[in-house]
């Protein structure tokens, strides 16, 4: 008899790009476009849970409040309306816009006659990081007495932002054969398309770059993919794969029953399969348990309640447990609340580490690809992007970097899982030193171009001393203009100042050959004849 999801939930999570909107303003604020242009859409800001009014506040709420540690407080809440905090210094880095007209999802999976499955969603929410061009979709679905190969399949192939390729008959590989938004009453609102292999191919071969299911366009619209000709202020680019992150809560009627292949596969997302079979080879996988499961309150004996299992390969957070278990399910004080709002949370940090760094990285090889050395205005916007690119990552450190976020053991371990798989560490430190190495460079090439003005104004002064101790040893009125008369005088100064401005500039041009030919007076080592054929190649044409 098949296995049955008493109750399943997954959230999806799809990290993108922002593109600058104004390119000489660092911090765009594209969420008061979002909120400016609300008659256009369906996307509303959500108002702050924390409001002041404690009749107001859930306990789940609370509960989230308290898991983490100050400073990521901060980062998630921002800052209390006391102590004489004022409105703009309270305000949460987050802002999160939500659109409650998409009430269902409809998915047909690959098989003979694979009749429509049908999940609710809870919610689909945008949200917007201060002073960092990152953007995260976050989408909830769930249903209940749901067949395990059902829930492995919406695990597996409902996150695909475009298929990796087309299997036998068109269909999109990897991705579900059609997935439909559908509204309150039933009407279709999306559909995806990923059996239209063609546009798939014309895009990529046009824009190098991929083309987004409608299924996901149409859901982030007003906002628009940075290389589509739709006309749109907030661009957004990919940053990660085409699969998107995803958490799963699984509520089962005996947990226990699941076989270790069936672990396997809930835990690294692998597809539906035999529960019999392994996915991955038997020496793949003999410490599965050790590296991608945390089973402190897991209990395997056939004794007792079976309590928890969490999972996380980074790309992948399932949290399974006993439908039968109060705690387990409860949507308020539970690990079912647990799941939706203090694990989410765990989850999401790494996942915002890892697209910032990315973004970072990527705007780091948009700025070299768009340098030309020999146009100054290049190299000044390519300087210019670099010191805004040094100012976002260190207000990215201070704000949003995290090694801990919570003392708790199990959040701190399940943190630390989900961010040593990504590889947020590892990242932060190549970014960082990419960041520093184009920093250092354009401290160095700064230094450079000072220590030639003062190399230029050394040579002009050296050779202007000579005009000064003449007019010196014979006294400044070397000439009687006193006795000439005053228009002349004019003609004089005028044509004295035109013709040392004149030589002024003439050495400037020339101080680069005319240190050299100091340098080799200055050296002993060199003949006479050395010295002065260094002289003559101040006059030489030296272009190549």
């Known amino acids: 008899m098949p296995q049955l999801v008493r109750h399943f939930r997954q959230v999806l999570i799809w990290p993108l790009q922002v593109m600058p909107i104004r390119e000489e303003s660092q911090i765009q604020e594209p969420w008061d476009i979002l909120r400016a242009s609300q008659d256009e859409h369906s996307w509303r800001e959500l108002k702050d849970k924390f409001d002041g009014?404690?009749?107001?506040?859930?306990?789940?709420?609370?509960?989230?409040?308290?898991?983490?540690?100050?400073?990521?407080?901060?980062?998630?809440y921002g800052e209390g309306l006391g102590r004489g905090a004022t409105a703009r210094g309270a305000e949460s880095p987050l802002?999160?816009?939500?659109?409650?007209?998409?009430?269902?999802?409809?998915m047909t999976f690959p098989g003979p006659a694979s009749d429509p499955e049908t999940f609710n969603v809870d919610h689909v929410d945008l949200c917007f990081l201060y002073d960092i061009d990152v953007i995260l979709l976050v989408i909830e679905i769930f249903a209940d007495d749901l067949s395990?190969?059902?829930?492995?399949?919406?695990?597996?192939?409902?996150?695909?932002?475009?298929?990796?390729?087309?299997?036998?008959?068109?269909?999109?590989?990897?991705?579900?054969?059609?997935?439909?938004?559908?509204?309150?009453?039933?009407?279709?609102?999306?559909?995806?398309?990923?059996?239209?292999r063609q546009k798939y191919l014309e895009f990529v071969d046009r824009h190098r770059a991929p083309f987004f299911s409608s299924l996901w366009t149409c859901l982030l619209r007003p906002l628009v993919p940075d290389y589509s000709e739709e006309k749109g202020l907030i661009r957004y680019r990919q940053i990660e794969y085409a699969r998107m992150p995803l958490m799963a809560y699984l509520a089962m009627d005996d947990a226990r029953a699941l076989t270790r292949a069936d672990f396997v596969r809930l835990g690294l997302v692998t597809g539906p399969g035999e529960s019999s079979v392994l996915p991955y080879s038997e020496r793949y996988m003999r410490n599965f348990e050790d590296r991608y499961c945390?089973?402190?309150?897991?209990?395997?004996?056939?004794?007792?309640?079976?309590?928890?299992?969490?999972?996380?390969?980074?790309?992948?957070f399932v949290m399974i447990g006993d439908a039968n278990d109060p705690f387990f399910v409860d949507h308020d004080a539970g690990l079912l609340a647990q799941f939706r709002h203090q694990y989410f949370v765990l989850f999401l940090i790494p996942h915002i580490h890892k697209a910032t760094l990315l973004m970072l990285s990527d705007r780091m090889v948009s700025a070299l690809n768009k340098l030309v050395i020999e146009d100054p205005d290049s190299v000044r916007r390519f300087k210019r992007t670099i010191r805004q690119l040094l100012e976002i990552f260190l207000r990215f450190t201070h704000r949003?970097?995290?090694?801990?976020?919570?003392?708790?053991?199990?959040?701190k371990e399940i943190y630390r899982m989900t961010s040593s798989y990504l590889g947020t560490d590892p990242l932060y430190v190549e970014v960082r030193h990419e960041i520093e190495d184009m920093a250092q460079y354009l401290e160095t090439d700064t230094l450079r171009r000072?220590?030639?003005?003062?190399?230029?104004?050394?040579?002009?002064?050296?050779?202007?001393m000579?005009?000064?101790?003449?007019?010196?040893?014979?006294?400044?009125?070397?000439?009687?203009?006193?006795?000439?008369?005053?228009?002349?005088?004019?003609?004089?100064?005028?044509?004295?100042t035109g013709g040392v401005t004149a030589i002024l500039f003439y050495m400037l041009t020339k101080s680069k050959a005319l240190a050299d030919f100091l340098d080799a007076v200055s050296d002993?080592?060199?003949?006479t004849s050395e010295k002065l054929r260094s002289l003559i190649n101040v006059w030489r044409n030296k272009r190549s």
């Open 450 to 464: 000072q220590a030639n003005t003062v190399v230029r104004l050394t040579v002009v002064t050296v050779f202007g």
């Open 294 to 316: 945390y089973d402190q309150f897991w209990n395997e004996e056939r004794s007792g309640r079976p309590g928890t299992r969490f999972m996380s390969c980074g790309h992948g």
């Open 95 to 106: 802002r999160v816009f939500r659109r409650s007209d998409i009430a269902r999802v409809r």
């Open 148 to 196: 395990l190969t059902r829930a492995e399949e919406a695990m597996y192939r409902f996150g695909r932002a475009y298929p990796t390729y087309w299997a036998k008959g068109g269909r999109g590989g990897h991705c579900v054969v059609l997935a439909e938004w559908l509204g309150a009453d039933g009407s279709v609102l999306a559909v995806s398309d990923y059996e239209e």
């Open 53 to 76: 009014r404690s009749e107001n506040l859930q306990e789940r709420y609370y509960s989230e409040f308290v898991t983490f540690l100050p400073y990521v407080r901060r980062f998630l």
């Open 466 to 496: 000579i005009g000064s101790v003449v007019t010196g040893f014979f006294g400044m009125n070397l000439f009687a203009f006193a006795e000439i008369p005053l228009a002349l005088q004019f003609f004089v100064l005028a044509a004295v």
């Open 524 to 527: 002993e080592r060199l003949r």
């Open 400 to 411: 949003y970097w995290f090694h801990e976020v919570s003392d708790q053991p199990q959040a």
